[in-house]
């Protein structure tokens, strides 16, 4: 499995930016599809962003579209979130997740190795 691990949270106002990193380990980085999961208190974690394998195909969550660039780095192992105009709403812990396969899923349940998180808080 790949180890995930992601750095970049923090706290923010409303209309501000951050970015987040997730660095993996393990060689075969570049088959594998990565995703962007955020879950807030009190509610069921939800899925982001993921980008494929190569980073040919990406995926957002409505919400984020427009706001919200996720891209990957091969060379360095590690997939980033670039999160702009961030709202109170967007305030969660933010999970990145891997996959095997080319598919830039949305369905959490098919993602087999998680980071621990970063908490981002947005204040309005």
């Known amino acids: 499995q790949v180890q995930l691990v992601e750095s970049g949270g923090g706290l923010v106002q409303a209309g501000g930016s951050l970015g987040l990193s997730c660095a993996a380990s393990?060689?075969?980085?570049?088959?594998?599809?990565m995703g962007w999961f955020r879950q807030a208190p009190g509610k069921e974690r939800e899925f982001v962003s993921a980008i494929s394998w190569y980073g040919g195909i990406k995926n957002y969550a409505d919400s984020v579209k427009g706001r919200f660039t996720i891209s990957r780095d091969d060379a360095k192992n590690t997939v980033y979130l670039q999160m702009n105009s961030l709202k109170p709403e967007d305030t969660a812990v933010y999970y990145c997740?891997?996959?095997?396969?080319?598919?830039?899923?949305?369905?959490?349940?098919?993602?087999?190795?998680w980071g621990q998180g970063t908490q981002v808080t947005v204040s309005s």
């Open positions: 393990g060689r075969t980085f570049s088959s594998y599809t």
């Open positions: 997740a891997s996959r095997a396969g080319s598919s830039p899923d949305m369905d959490a349940k098919s993602y087999n190795s």
